[in-house]
């Protein structure tokens, strides 16, 4: 008599989903792999979106695996089809299709969604946030009929979005004294910001958004220091919030993210969680690396595999064409520790060392030929010597 197969099932078809089905098929020929997805279209590069809503490419182009793939592998993928309930007493949740199917292994891969401030007017029309392709698609329709934006949040996504949303006028506007907060310091924000400035973007800095006003669709959005940004589209890009609803819900231990341990494992036994949505060590990361690594070690975890996942360094590069702009790790200490700074024309390069001389963060702007050296020596915690040639030189103060 042979056993049943195990049924695994994955919630959310994003990077994570994704990477932790594929790590658990190659390690698991039997079980059953259901892929449940909320949105229409299949695994995509989210972080590939500021270029539709530029029109520089076309949306089928940023879908990353084809039928074959899932095929081939024999993952089921449903998009379009949300999950909605978690019964974890009875190891099985509802779709919404009415559908309750049971699972022996659940992962949770649910992502995050757009923070929005309760700004009095941010639910008039011709306000948007970013997370999806369908709001990538929304959004330039409604670009093709505007002619003045205003993007709140100057943040990685708010910059991106911004630079894509010209040749609209567009005003950023961001609550701290510098643009990318997270990504730079000051000294590097001031010449990711002169860079953008020069291609149209304006900027209010240290800037408090009062209200959005209509009436009916917005009009103008007004700060606190009595300026008033006329704008036919805003983009709220003030930050994500883990996708946590389920979980929360089934009643699993929630903080920021879902807790897991370094299995990805909850407080649930059988049910995992990896990416946007997960809390590890007390870190949501919201980053695409993390989330790949993440959901790997869940699909092993599933497999049976005991797996240890031992935190992503943080990474970004923004992707503003002809504005290379890339930082990992601790980039702004507080604390005894090193920095060197080399500064010139467009250009910016900072690197962070402890006491013990190892690199704990990196800043570089306009040259990014060091990018995987620096990251490699941030990620193993280990000295950085530029290479002889590299972009090292010491063009200013
Ligand atoms: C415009 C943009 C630019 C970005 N740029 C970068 C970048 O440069 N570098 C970087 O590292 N990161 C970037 N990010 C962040 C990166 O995209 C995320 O960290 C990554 O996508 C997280 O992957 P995930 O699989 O955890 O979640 P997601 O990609 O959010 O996928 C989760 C999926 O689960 C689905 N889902 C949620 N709830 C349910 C449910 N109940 N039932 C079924 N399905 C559900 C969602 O619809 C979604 O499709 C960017 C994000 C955006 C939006």
């Known amino acids: 008599m042979t056993a049943m197969a195990r049924t695994c099932v994955i919630v959310g078809a994003g990077v994570a989903g994704v990477e932790a089905a594929a790590a658990l098929r190659s390690r698991d020929g039997d079980c059953r792999v259901r892929i449940v997805g909320a949105e229409p279209t299949p695994f995509y590069a989210r972080i590939r979106l500021p270029e539709v809503l530029a029109g520089r490419t076309d949306p089928s182009r940023l879908v990353l695996r084809t039928p074959d793939w899932y095929r081939e592998r024999r993952l089921d993928l449903d998009t379009g089809v949300r ?30 969604t757009p923070f929005v401030p309760p700004i009095p007017g941010v639910d008039l029309e011709g306000v948007f946030t970013l997370r999806s392709l369908e709001d990538a698609l929304r959004l330039r329709e409604r670009a093709h009929a505007s002619s003045r934006a205003v993007v709140i949040g100057g943040g990685l996504l708010g910059i991106e979005a911004a630079a894509a949303l010209r040749p609209l006028g567009v005003v950023v506007v961001e609550a701290a004294p510098w643009l990318l907060p997270r990504q730079l310091d000051r000294g590097g924000a001031a010449v990711v910001q002169r860079a953008l400035e020069a291609r149209g973007l304006e900027f209010r800095l240290e800037a408090k958004v009062l209200g959005i006003t209509g009436p009916g669709r917005v009009q103008a959005v007004s700060l606190a220091s009595g300026e008033e940004l006329p704008a036919d589209l805003v983009l709220v890009a003030a930050g994500v919030r883990p996708e946590t609803s389920l979980a929360r819900d089934a009643g699993l231990d929630v903080g920021r993210g879902i807790r897991v341990d370094d299995r990805m494992a909850t407080s649930t036994p059988g049910v995992y969680a990896a990416g946007d949505c997960a ?40 992707k503003v064409t002809d504005l290379p702009v890339f930082s990992a790790g601790d980039v702004d200490p507080a604390g005894a520790v090193e920095s060197e700074v080399t500064t010139g024309e467009g250009r910016y390069r900072k690197l962070v060392r402890d006491r013990e001389g190892r690199l704990v963060g990196a800043i570089l702007i306009g040259d990014l030929r060091e990018r995987r050296a620096v990251l490699d020596a941030v990620t193993a915690g280990a000295p950085f010597a530029a290479a002889p040639g590299s972009a090292s030189g010491k063009e200013g103060p």
């Open 83 to 112: 999950v909605e309930a978690l019964d974890p007493a009875q190891a099985r949740v509802r779709l919404s299709s009415g559908e309750w199917v049971a699972y022996d292994a659940l992962l949770l891969a649910t992502g995050a």
């Open 279 to 318: 809390e590890h060590g007390g870190r949501v990361y919201g980053i695409w690396p993390a989330a790949e690594a993440q959901g790997r070690t869940a699909g092993a975890a599933m497999a049976g595999e005991d797996p240890r996942y031992q935190g992503t360094v943080p990474s970004n590069t923004l």
